[in-house]
């Protein structure tokens, strides 16, 4: 068992464990004793603050999407009224991180891939979060004024998902790193 970090509540560290194996290793690929084990903690201490695993991964899937969340307003932040800009600064971002040699991609992605049963308390979290990327996309596409607003804004979540996926498929740098540029292609003049 990992010593303790001073200071840190047991479910803090449960949850940091959490979010560091289920990003590395897949939900399905992590026990409840691996995760108590990297956090210093017991058994008991995970089901006091979680109840269960699956709820343990309904919180690590929403962290995961509120660092997607902060990528969206920090897209907003660099391009303000500019819907064009804050989708390819997205982009870009994304270009970046997908094209590091850890990257694993999106958790929201990779649970909806481990989790066939469409009524698993899983997958639909990560389903609904997934469509909350979605509707960002849609939100500024819709700013656009685009000819076909549903076409481009299914182009770009589906270049999302694939850069999601290439990024960790490929040797980086590897296609994920023309993310932004396909996005350029994709809006073109709108």
Known sequence: ????????????????SARELFYSNG??????????????????????????KDGLAAVYLDEFYQTCRTRFEDAEAACPDDPRGQ??????????????PAYRGCGLTNAILEFSDHDHPVRREAARLKQAMADWIASRVALLGARDPESLTAGLVLLMEGVFVAGQAFTPPGPAAHAGMVARLLLGDV
Request: net charge positive; proline share 4%; no cysteine.
């Open 87 to 100: 989708i390819l600064a997205y982009f870009d971002g994304l270009a970046e991180r997908a094209s590091r």
């Open 1 to 16: 068992m990992k010593r303790p970090i001073t200071g840190v509540s047991a479910a803090e560290r449960i949850r940091a």
């Open 27 to 52: 939900i399905r690929g992590v026990g409840v004793e691996e995760i108590v084990q990297n956090a210093g903690v017991t058994k008991p201490s995970l089901y006091r603050a979680y109840e269960s």
